[in-house]
T-cell receptor, first 117, second 113 residues
Framework: GAVVSQHPSWVICKSGTSVKIECRSL??????MFWYRQFPKQSLMLMAT?????????EQGVEKDKFLINHASLTLSTLTVTSAHPEDSSFYIC?????????????FGSGTRLTVV | AQKITQTQPGMFVQEKEAVTLDCTYD???????LFWYKQPSSGEMIFLIY??????QNATEGRYSLNFQKARKSANLVISASQLGDSAMYFC??????????FGKGTRLSVIA
């Protein structure tokens, strides 16, 4: 089946530094990548949608200059949290779509737990 | 816009019993899909079952079945013969076309031995 590899699984960084999270689709072409954020005991909140080769579309309230998304190829998308602060500590998870929708049209990475100290 | 409502923040079920997790949805689209995911404490999103809006039969996947009532806009998940390993958060989600999945708030299921 479709697999999305997300790295790192967890990261601790100092306040003010930047962190890059990668999502790679291993056996299919991810035409669209969705990035979600999840706070403890809450649901997944969509941050942005990116299509390969295009600028990402950010949801209202998400700072595009803080959460940089790159989707330069059909197999790789990255989320960079710039100048991270403790309030950015959260669980980030990507979901890749091959554009077909349907039951296997969305494949999730395993998520990244970010802790900013 | 789509909206998913899960009204049960938490549920308890005895091991080997069946449990139903509720999900209602609101959409104006004619073509849409409904998903259920399991999220254990590790955080990964595990796909359980899918129902397309035009599917006439209720979806089933092993111990999971989806009770799809289109007129009521409900898509309840039924887990039969609960196991301790079923304890987790369960999310109902929907999409239309290639739009992002919209998630409900989730239900925490606890299976008791």
């Amino acid at each position: 089946g479709a697999v999305v590899s997300q790295h790192p699984s967890w990261v601790i960084c100092k306040s003010g530094t930047s962190v890059k999270i990668e999502c790679r689709s291993l056996d299919f072409q991810a035409t669209t990548m969705f990035w979600y954020r999840q706070f403890p005991k809450q649901s997944l909140m969509l941050m942005a949608t990116s299509n390969e080769g295009s600028k990402a579309t950010y949801e209202q309230g998400v700072e595009k200059d803080k959460f940089l998304i790159n989707h330069a190829s059909l197999t790789l998308s990255t989320l960079t949290v710039t100048s991270a602060h403790p309030e950015d500590s959260s669980f980030y998870i990507c979901s890749a779509s091959d554009g077909t929708g349907g039951d296997y049209g969305y494949t999730f990475g395993s998520g990244t737990r970010l802790t900013v100290v | 816009a789509q909206k998913i409502t899960q009204t049960q923040p938490g549920m308890f079920v005895q091991e080997k019993e069946a449990v139903t997790l509720d999900c209602t949805y609101d959409t104006s689209d004619q073509s849409y899909g409904l998903f259920w995911y399991k999220q254990p404490s590790s955080g990964e999103m595990i796909f359980l079952i899918y129902q397309g809006s035009y599917d006439e039969q209720n979806a089933t996947e092993g111990r999971y079945s989806l009770n799809f009532q289109k007129a009521r806009k409900s898509a309840n998940l039924v887990i039969s013969a609960s196991q301790l390993g079923d304890s987790a958060m369960y999310f109902c989600a929907s999409h239309s076309g290639n739009t992002p999945l919209v998630f409900g708030k989730g239900t925490r299921l606890s299976v008791i031995a």
